[in-house]
């Protein structure tokens, strides 16, 4: 996906920012939900301009900075053999961005539904298209499963993002499940924080296993 295509979907966003403050800014309450609650309910609010304009501008700067971002790695010349995965990933976060928007502005106007089961939809979508980019990703100092092992090894590295990315559309598919319910969308966070805890360890001991079985050759 090319950086026009990209920049098409990011002005979309902003665009449709505008057309809500024009059109329903005096009938939008003056405190909009901004947090809900692991159960669904609301538990946050934001005054209505932060409200409307917060992520549209957040989404444009993270578009800005995740276009230049590549250019600032030492290990830029990898990003040419997943520059289409990684493009696509601006794509998807904004996409992803702007479900949350139009989520709040929908509970805003008195729109009623439940919350994290419209969340979990989005948050399934969002890691499942991360377990793509993994199962992409070259060694880089930006994207992917950094860690001291994996940044030295690309054999250690390319292990770890092949087994990692089976493991994000596990929890992909787990989210997916908080559509029916709720309290999976909780276990697919705890999954994906058990998942980070695994890959560290999985590349030190993966590393360490290549270091041995060097150190055994060498000695041959």
Not at 36 to 46: H, L, V
Not at 152 to 166: E, G, M, P, R
Request: aromatic share 18%.
């Amino acid at each position: 996906m090319n950086k026009l295509k990209i920049l098409s979907v990011t002005l979309l966003v902003i665009i449709f920012s505008i057309a809500i403050y024009l059109n329903f800014y005096g009938n939008l309450p003056e405190k909009m939900a901004s947090h809900w609650g692991i159960s669904g309910e609301i538990d946050g609010y934001t005054d209505r301009f932060s409200g409307l304009f917060l992520i549209p501008i957040l989404s444009l700067i993270f578009f800005a900075f995740l276009s230049v971002l590549p250019k600032f790695d030492p290990l830029k010349k990898n990003y040419v053999s997943f520059q289409k995965e990684y493009d696509g990933m601006i794509t998807v976060f904004v996409g992803f961005m702007g479900y949350l928007y139009l989520l709040t502005i929908l509970t805003s106007m008195g729109f009623v539904f439940d919350f994290i089961n419209m969340f979990s939809i989005a948050f399934a979508g969002l890691f499942y298209y991360m377990a793509i980019l993994l199962s992409k990703a070259k060694q880089n100092w930006f994207v992917g499963i950094k860690t001291p092992w994996t940044l030295n090894s690309k054999l250690v590295w390319d292990k770890t993002h092949a087994i990692c990315s089976k493991l994000f559309k596990a929890v992909a598919i787990v989210s997916l499940l908080g559509v029916f319910f709720k309290q999976m969308l909780f276990v697919s966070v705890m999954l994906l924080l058990a998942v980070a805890a695994f890959s560290f360890v999985y590349s030190y001991v993966e590393f360490n296993k290549e270091k041995s079985q060097a150190l055994r050759k060498k000695k041959k």
